[in-house]
């Protein structure tokens, strides 16, 4: 039965409408951007604080995973290369890549950076077994030192701070480990000592303390002195007392800072997101790890300086 005039044109005008509503339901909408997040080794800090901040990210409706990576400059050239958005890295070999120095002389400046928040100190730690009789840096020489994985951020702290003592990978055996390689190493007695550059209590350290008695070197204010007249980004730190299980000593040494930088992927508005509701949820980051607790938004363009923020991030933070 053929429908009255009237009749055909609602029924073609509730199809159009139909219609429209499939393809704008398709394709009309913004599109979700997926959030990768690169952090480090599954022993380090950088992966639960990277966790962390992808499920604040995620319950403020964003789509964000972390994934452990080799740290700080395998970090950086992911972001470089867009692999990922979003990275946490040592402010240090930042700085290196935006100013095309270190590791980042060959391949020249990182253009793609831009500052989302300071985080936290990261400290930098030599241990080693009580029983080893090793008491300050100047006892490595002739030992069997893990430096951190080759080209990493803590390989290059390791470096600078024996040099600051007239101390190179001659003087030493040098061994390129992980954090978690070097613990185990320390564990079974295959090395002397073991570098970490970590938020305090590291979690590989607190494995090493759990089985073995072990020591933390103190760096001397001699040493602090070139390093800081040398490299700006360290900072004096004070590791304090019970830190460590069975290690009862307070010991001074440096830091350098933990940030989080994106590249262009992540614009001014999704910045401002990311940034709002991490320093609105810090409390859930410090849950993770305990090094969450030194991130507040007080702090957060500490360390920034030689970086271009990201706008929608400065933003929230100025």
């Known amino acids: 039965m053929r429908l009255p005039k009237i009749f055909r044109r ?42 962390a901040i992808a499920e604040v990210l995620n319950k403020n409706g964003m789509n964000a995973s972390a994934q452990s990576t080799g740290a700080s400059v395998a970090n950086i050239n992911m972001l470089k290369d867009k692999q990922v958005e979003l ?13 095309g120095q270190e590791m980042f002389k060959d391949s020249g400046k990182v253009e793609n950076l831009f500052g989302i928040a300071s985080l936290y100190p990261e ?24 430096v951190g994985a080759a080209g990493s951020g803590a390989e290059a702290n ?37 570098f970490v550059t970590a ?3 590291t979690a590989s350290v607190q494995d090493v303390a759990a089985q073995n008695k072990i020591r933390l070197l103190p760096i001397d204010d001699e040493q ?30 440096v830091s350098v800072m933990a940030i989080l930088i994106a590249n262009d992927k992540i614009d001014a508005a999704l910045g401002e997101k990311i940034t709002k509701a991490i320093f609105d949820n810090v409390d859930k980051i410090a849950a993770a ?30």
Do not use: W
């Not at 393809?23 to 990277?50: L, M, R, S």
């Not at 990275?87 to 100013?99: G, M, P, S």
């Not at 400290?123 to 893990?146: H, M, P, W, Y």
């Not at 702090?299 to 400065?314: C, R, T, V």
């Open 10 to 51: 609602i029924a073609t005008v509730v199809c159009a409408l139909a219609l429209a509503v499939g393809i704008a339901g398709c394709g009309g909408g913004e599109k979700e951007q997926f959030i990768n997040i690169a952090t480090g080794g599954t022993a380090g800090t950088y992966y639960p604080i990277g966790g």
């Open 289 to 318: 790890h305990s090094a969450g607790k030194n991130i507040t938004k007080a702090n957060a363009l500490e360390a920034m300086d030689f970086i271009k923020m990201n706008e929608g991030a400065n933003k929230v933070l100025k």
């Open 158 to 194: 390791a470096r600078q701070i024996l040099e600051a003592y007239g101390i190179t990978y001659d003087d030493v055996e040098e061994q390129f480990l992980s954090f978690a390689e070097g613990a185990y190493a320390i564990k079974d007695g295959t090395v002397d000592a073991a």
């Open 87 to 99: 990275a946490i890295v040592q402010n240090d070999i930042t700085y290196y890549a935006v100013n």
């Open 224 to 253: 602090i002195k070139i390093l800081s007249e040398k490299y700006p980004f360290y900072t004096k730190t004070t590791v304090p007392v019970g830190t460590y299980q069975g290690f009862d000593e307070e010991v001074q040494t």
């Open 199 to 201: 938020g305090y209590p």
């Open 123 to 146: 400290t930098c730690q030599f241990v080693v077994r009580e029983d080893s009789g090793i008491k300050s840096i100047n006892d490595l020489r002739g030992k069997r030192v893990a």
